[in-house]
């Protein structure tokens, strides 16, 4: 089945796509819901066509699910690391094979160019394969107590989790999911963002023919209420979601019920500093990489963008030339640097911020506009000219909350004590970033910046490798590097005696 | 306290004041610092359920751990080598240098005070062919903790070599100080006169080689010589000397032959030995003195930059760009540790990592986290000391395979 979507993506063109395959997969294969009603259109962003009409799982399907995950899950928990290592390494050799074709998918299902799409699919695996390693290598401690009695102690899966995805990273995101919590011996049930349904199932696919056991990564397609079953269900042990922080608040109610584990990877609204003895090059290379990847709907982006006075001129000079040089269009074709939009609302509502801004006093350097292509077929697409906000204040609303589009905000400061305090004025706390040659400097302002991540000299160079994840309302927990193992996995401690009981009573 | 330092101070020729601030207080911290440690390392477990199978770590002691040390910072590093034997579990039997056995022997009596039941450590007082040599060829001594110079490292691997002993050696080092244009001149003069003559030299850590890149080279030079003659040498208990007497005449006489070396070669001297006069205290005119010399021209070949002088003698030279600095630093045989000044953060830690030294200050120096590995690259030694690399070094690890 995915074989036939797959394998026409060699020939794929924006414009072209239908799917018509149901794109739920559990018990080891893709499955309908049980009445087709609710269907909403998914929309290739490109075009504005509907690629899919997708019906949402109700609690039935759901629950038979989540049994199938449950029973994998009993197989897959026996197995020893390096034997679940085996089977995630070959899911990694097949999604490298098909990066290409599941690239093209998901670009037409998301509207980023496929050059971006491309290094998705490469981190997905790589995620798969770094996930694969520890598989084997997972260890307890031995702890020696006085008196002849020592204690160890032994991880252990939770069992079925659940992970929500977001619109921006579809396929990455069900990976970066996933391969942790299948490293730690659990299954996952999946539930993508209902408007980038396309890809997981591929990875369901995947997984199977790598050779999970049948169950252990299902997908279930739907919305908030499907969200809300999956949060409600008394099987799932533990909620992983990516997205909004007023969803996110509410998933971390309804897991409260069940006093159900929970890491939240949220927004950021996050500061990039530049300060004047920075390489003027880099810099302005950084703060694109900071604000332009996946049409600037990257949730770590560093949408503040504070300059140091005397570089101001020249930065912008060359800033905003080089956002004009973007080129935006068909995201399938190798030239293009910028897609679509996910949606016309989030279109509508990236322009809103834009006329926001311009009212409330700062000056549009360049785009911010709605874009319409030469191409004819992309003239339903919801395209959005890069923009570059000048004369940026603090209390702007483009400044506070997070616009989730491409959309640069700059504003100029004076000195490291004043930027760091107006840095950490947010209530958010995802990233952060720096640009400065000095070595004091640099180190000095990433330990005093409130942010999960702080990158010096780069912006956006994540791997997986490292740990990620934010810090106030950003989000809690972490996703990547060797600690997410402690999110997948629960810790038993085993005291063995080997003297007497202490004679008390 | 400052029995201690006074003791210390006579014996080995350093200045009350160094004795004070390092010597003494370190040496309690030692204590206190493995005592601590020793509380917070845990091993191993491993699960293998597939095959009903529980693996477990457990750590040691090996037995008797056999510690020999150095005239340099005496109560410092046998206290350095005697915390992590007794806290792992193991007892001791240490031998301090002939020619710095005073605070040793004081410390004995301490143990005695603290609780140390008789046996668990054990001073031997004695020479390194002999009294060093029994306890490093002896068949129930598993493992060696050793400081000092690689030539009797060599000896002590060959005469271990039959019995297979762990061994953790700490040598010397021929360390370089590398100084780009963008460093804060000022702070780096001040440390790098630090680094190269404090305790008169007589530290495998200090600074040997001064590296410096080629605009700042004569500023440097200047101002670097003006500093080192600030640099006051004299009566050890006077407390505005900075450095007092070197260990014995035959050493006072090899670093003054490096500096004769240099100046056959047509190196130049530009302040302390042979330059300028020592003015000392008629009590203090038989002593082992020598100020800080600065010398220059020196080639890179020249044995007085190849080999470990362990005096207050540095040589200083220029350098282009950042590679040549990097395989000029890297150029002896010796690893121990290295500095490097300079402000910008790529330049900073792509040096660190580029430097073959087990140590490498950046902006600093001798700032000393005990948790981390302590050793040396290549000639500079074998084997790491500190919080979990003394743990490692004095137990021996069992793997433990329980099939239930």
């Given amino acids: 089945m995915a074989q036939s979507i797959l394998s026409t993506m060699s020939r794929a063109l924006t414009g072209t796509l239908v799917v018509t395959e149901p794109l739920n997969f559990w018990a080891g294969k893709r499955m309908k819901p049980r009445e087709e009603k609710n269907a909403e259109p998914v929309f290739e962003p490109a075009t504005g066509r509907v690629l899919h009409q997708l019906v949402p799982c109700g609690a039935e399907e759901v629950d038979?699910?989540?049994?199938?995950?449950?029973?994998?899950?009993?197989?897959?928990?026996?197995?020893?690391?390096?034997?679940?290592?085996?089977?995630?390494?070959?899911?990694?050799?097949?999604?490298?094979?098909?990066?290409?074709?599941?690239?093209?998918?998901?670009?037409?299902?998301?509207?980023?160019?496929?050059?971006?799409?491309?290094?998705?699919?490469?981190?997905?695996?790589q995620t798969m394969e770094f996930y694969a390693g520890m598989a084997g290598t997972l260890t307890g401690q031995h702890i020696q107590l006085p008196g002849g009695a020592f204690a160890y102690s032994r991880r252990e899966p939770l069992g079925v989790c659940a992970g929500i995805g977001a619109f921006n990273y579809p396929f990455q995101i069900s990976v970066t999911k996933s391969a942790p919590a299948l490293a730690c011996?659990?299954?996952?049930?999946?539930?993508?963002?209902?408007?980038?349904?396309?890809?997981?199932?591929?990875?369901?696919?995947?997984?199977?023919?790598?050779?999970?056991p049948d169950g252990l990564f299902c997908v279930v397609q739907g919305g908030a209420e499907t969200g809300s079953l999956l949060c409600h269900h008394p099987k799932i042990a533990k909620i992983s979601f990516t997205g909004s922080v007023p969803t996110g608040k509410k998933i971390m109610e309804m897991s409260a019920k069940g006093v159900k584990q929970v890491t939240l990877e949220l927004g950021g609204k996050s500061p990039l500093i530049i300060f004047k003895d920075c390489d003027l090059e880099n810099a302005v290379r950084g703060a694109l990489m900071a604000n332009f990847l996946t049409q600037g709907q990257v949730c770590c982006n560093g949408t503040r963008v504070f300059v140091q006075r005397e570089i101001m001129p020249p930065f912008l000079e060359e800033v905003v030339k080089r956002t004009k040089a973007i080129a935006v269009g068909d995201p399938l074709l190798d030239s293009t640097r910028m897609g679509a939009m996910i949606s016309k609302p989030q279109l509508d509502k990236a322009l809103g911020f834009v006329t926001q801004a311009k009212k409330e006093g700062a000056k549009v350097l360049c785009g911010g506009e709605a874009f319409v292509p030469s191409d004819p077929k992309l003239k339903g697409g919801y395209f959005m000219s890069?923009?570059?906000?000048?004369?940026?204040?603090?209390?702007?609303?483009?400044?506070?909350?997070?616009?989730?589009?491409?959309?640069?905000?700059?504003?100029?400061?004076?000195?490291?004590?004043?930027?760091?305090?107006?840095?950490?004025?947010?209530?958010?706390?995802?990233?952060?970033?720096?640009?400065?040659?000095?070595?004091?400097?640099?180190?000095?302002?990433?330990?005093r910046l409130e942010a999960g991540t702080c990158f010096i000299n780069n912006y956006n160079n994540n791997a997986v490798e490292m740990p990620f994840g934010g810090y106030k309302m950003s989000g809690f927990g972490r996703e990547n590097g060797q600690v997410t193992i402690e999110y997948y996995s629960q810790l038993k401690t085993v005291v063995v005696e080997l003297g007497d009981v202490e004679n008390h009573f | 306290m400052e029995e201690f330092i006074q003791a210390e101070s006579k014996d080995q020729g350093k200045t009350v004041t160094f004795a004070r601030a390092v010597d003494i207080p370190r040496s309690a911290q030692n204590f206190r610092f493995f005592a601590s440690s020793v509380l917070h390392h845990t091993t191993e477990c491993s699960q293998m359920d597939h095959m009903g199978c529980l693996n477990y770590t457990v750590r040691c002691p090996v037995g008797v751990?056999?510690?020999?040390?150095?005239?340099?910072?005496?109560?410092?590093?046998?206290?350095?080598?005697?915390?992590?034997?007794?806290?792992?579990?193991?007892?001791?039997?240490?031998?301090?240098?002939?020619?710095?056995?005073?605070?040793?022997?004081?410390?004995?009596?301490?143990?005695?005070e603290a609780g140390v039941p008789p046996g668990v450590v054990n001073i031997v007082f004695g020479t390194g062919s002999r009294a060093g040599d029994a306890l490093v060829a002896h068949p129930d001594v598993p493992l060696i903790s050793f400081t000092g110079s690689t030539a009797t490292a060599q000896r002590i691997t060959e005469r271990s070599a039959p019995y297979c002993k762990k061994l953790s050696l700490e040598l010397g080092g021929k360390n370089p100080a590398i100084i780009f244009a963008d460093a804060d001149l000022e702070q780096c003069i001040e440390t790098t006169v630090r680094s190269?003559?404090?305790?008169?030299?007589?530290?495998?850590?200090?600074?040997?080689?001064?590296?410096?890149?080629?605009?700042?080279?004569?500023?440097?030079?200047?101002k670097f010589v003006a500093a080192a003659r600030k640099w006051k040498t004299g009566d050890p208990s006077d407390p505005s000397n900075h450095n007092g007497a070197l260990i014995s005449k035959e050493h006072l006489e090899k670093v003054r032959s490096f500096v004769a070396l240099a100046k056959s070669e047509g190196a130049v001297i530009h302040c302390g030995e042979g330059v300028d006069h020592l003015d000392l205290p008629e009590p203090n005119k038989s002593g082992y003195f020598m100020p800080p010399t600065v010398i220059s021209g020196i080639s890179d070949c020249s044995r007085v930059m190849q080999e470990e002088i362990f005096g207050p003698v540095t040589c200083i030279c220029p350098f282009d760009t950042e590679d040549e600095a990097v395989v000029r630093g890297n150029g002896?045989?010796?690893?121990?540790?290295?500095?490097?000044?300079?402000?910008?953060?790529?330049?900073?830690?792509?040096?660190?990592?580029?430097?073959?030294?087990?140590?490498?200050?950046?902006?600093?120096?001798?700032?000393?986290?005990?948790?981390?590995?302590?050793?040396?690259?290549?000639?500079?030694?074998?084997g790491r000391e500190g919080g979990k690399d003394s743990y490692h070094f004095f137990t021996e690890v069992k793997s433990i395979t329980i099939k239930h």
Wanted: net charge neutral; glycine share 6%; charged share 20%.
């Fill in chain 1, 64 to 125: 038979e699910a989540i049994q199938s995950a449950h029973s994998a899950y009993l197989k897959w928990s026996k197995l020893s690391g390096m034997e679940r290592a085996r089977v995630m390494l070959e899911a990694a050799r097949i999604t490298r094979e098909r990066r290409e074709d599941i690239a093209k998918l998901e670009v037409i299902n998301n509207g980023k160019c496929i050059t971006e799409a491309l290094v998705d699919i490469d981190v997905a695996w």
């Fill in chain 1, 185 to 212: 011996g659990n299954a996952m049930v999946f539930k993508p963002s209902p408007m980038t349904p396309l890809t997981a199932v591929i990875m369901a696919e995947i997984y199977k023919e790598a050779g999970v």
């Fill in chain 2, 65 to 112: 751990a056999g510690l020999i040390s150095p005239w340099n910072l005496p109560l410092y590093l046998l206290t350095w080598k005697i915390a992590p034997a007794i806290a792992t579990g193991n007892t001791v039997v240490a031998k301090p240098s002939e020619m710095t056995s005073v605070t040793a022997w004081m410390m004995c009596k301490l143990m005695e």
């Fill in chain 2, 196 to 222: 190269s003559f404090s305790n008169q030299g007589e530290i495998c850590l200090c600074t040997s080689r001064i590296y410096v890149e080629r605009s700042i080279y004569s500023e440097f030079l200047e």
């Fill in chain 1, 386 to 447: 890069p923009c570059v906000l000048d004369n940026c204040r603090d209390d702007m609303t483009c400044v506070k909350e997070e616009i989730f589009g491409p959309v640069m905000s700059v504003l100029p400061f004076d000195s490291e004590e004043e930027v760091i305090q107006r840095a950490n004025n947010t209530t958010y706390g995802l990233a952060s970033g720096v640009f400065t040659r000095d070595i004091s400097r640099a180190h000095r302002v990433a330990e």
């Fill in chain 2, 332 to 382: 002896v045989r010796y690893g121990l540790s290295a500095t490097v000044w300079s402000r910008d953060v790529g330049r900073v830690h792509r040096l660190a990592q580029r430097l073959q030294a087990g140590l490498v200050w950046t902006n600093c120096w001798l700032v000393r986290d005990l948790n981390l590995p302590f050793g040396g690259m290549k000639h500079s030694g074998v």
